[in-house]
Each structure stands twice: as structure tokens, then as C-alpha cells.
T-cell receptor, first 113, second 114 residues
């Protein structure tokens, strides 16, 4: 399917477990982003990537790890999940041109028990 | 550093009435401004954006916004809302040029009442 997809859409895990959220885009966009959405905070940037093998921290990176070995994929890993990481996670991508729009995936709702 | 303030967390409005969702921003440099809409259980999609030029920007679904540099505002308006406009709306700002890190506001839930 064309566009940007996320998997799983829903995930329940336990404190201390490792969890990986997947993001895949078919546009060959250079930039990819991970945000978390929490009530009262809007969207906060966790990590972003400007190209394959280039990643950088956003506003709230602690407890998360990313990689980008291929342009189309940008997985987000919670190395040891905590309850405070219960959130809705959105992946987004945009092209290289200066004012390209960010396109968002449908989100992953993660619950950490 | 840039920031965005959406003063209203919820806005109830009757169907076919006009609506204004307020957004104020802070930045020490020139900015780009955006409004996104999020329908339940979906990701965000772009409604409209201001990059430069005319301060009145028209977007999809009959929405428009006006950039006011002196008041550092970018309020979103629609002259007549429909039930299908019920959603959460996010204002966002990025610095013009460079990487363009986007900062989002906390969102305004628009509830259209039949």
C-alpha cells in the first residue's frame, strides 16, 4: 500500500520489556520522525532522521532507540518499557524540499502495564 | 526556541455556526505556520500552511487562517461548520529555512453540536 504505515496499531506490554514499533513509507521521503501524543502535551518529537543512517534526538528521546538502515523504514524501540511511555506514537515523513508537508501514519497506541 | 499556544482546549459550536480556533506563537526568527486536523483514531493531516506572501491562507474543507505578525497569531476560521468537522485541531510552527523542526500546540477539540 502506498503511503505511511505503522505496526502494530495497538500494543499492550509489561514494564521492563523491549518493544519495537515499526514505521514504513513508500514515498522515498528523506526525513522521518517519531512523535508521542499525550493529553495536555500535544505532539512531542522523540527522534528524527534526515536520511538512512542519520538520526538525531528530538525533545523527549530518553528511553528510546531508533535506527534507519533503509530509507523506507524507521523503527522505534523502547529498550525497557516504563508506564510513563504509555502513549500514542505517530510516525511521519516528509521530502527533502524546504517546505514539504509532513505526512503522518495512523498511530500506534501503546499501553505499558 | 519556538513555542505554540492554543488557548482553548475545547470549543463547542452549533452546526452551521462560524468558528475560530486561536493560535499564538513565539519565535525569534521568521516562521512557517501550519494547522493540522486529527479525526478520531487517525493520524494528523495538513489543513493549511503559511510560508510567505498573502497573510490569508485558504485550506481544505472550507477552512482559512490569517497570519498576523504583529500579534504573533495564526487563528483558524470557518464560516459555517458541519458535523464532520468534529475533530482535534493542532497549530504548529517551524523556523523558516534550515531543518525546520516543527513544534506543535497542545490541540483544540472542536465539538460540533447538531
Amino acid at each position: 500500500d502506498a503511503g505511511i504505515t505503522q505496526s502494530p496499531r495497538y500494543k499492550i506490554t509489561e514494564t521492563g520489556r523491549q518493544v519495537t514499533l515499526m514505521c514504513h513509507q513508500t514515498w522515498s521521503h528523506s526525513y522521518m520522525f517519531w512523535y508521542r501524543q499525550d493529553l495536555g502535551h500535544g505532539l512531542r518529537l522523540i527522534y528524527y532522521s534526515a536520511a538512512a543512517d542519520i538520526t538525531d534526538k528530538g525533545e523527549v528521546p530518553d528511553g528510546y532507540v531508533v535506527s534507519r538502515s533503509k530509507t523506507e523504514n524507521f523503527p522505534l524501540t523502547l529498550e525497557s518499557a516504563t508506564r510513563s511511555q504509555t502513549s500514542v506514537y505517530f510516525c511521519a515523513s516528509r521530502g527533502l524540499a524546504g517546505v514539504d508537508t509532513q505526512y503522518f501514519g495512523p498511530g500506534t497506541r501503546l499501553t505499558v502495564l | 526556541a519556538q513555542s505554540v499556544t492554543q488557548l482553548d482546549s475545547q470549543v463547542p459550536v452549533f452546526e452551521e455556526a462560524p468558528v475560530e480556533l486561536r493560535c499564538n506563537y513565539s519565535s525569534s526568527v521568521s516562521v512557517y505556520l501550519f494547522w493540522y486536523v486529527q479525526y478520531p483514531n487517525q493520524g494528523l493531516q495538513l489543513l493549511l500552511k503559511y510560508l510567505s506572501g498573502s497573510t490569508l491562507v485558504k485550506g481544505i474543507n472550507g477552512f482559512e487562517a490569517e497570519f498576523n505578525k504583529s500579534q504573533t497569531s495564526f487563528h483558524l476560521r470557518k464560516p459555517s461548520v458541519h458535523i464532520s468537522d468534529t475533530a482535534e485541531y493542532f497549530c504548529a510552527v517551524s523556523e523558516a529555512g534550515g531543518y525546520q523542526k516543527v513544534t506543535f500546540g497542545t490541540g483544540t477539540k472542536l465539538q460540533v453540536i447538531p
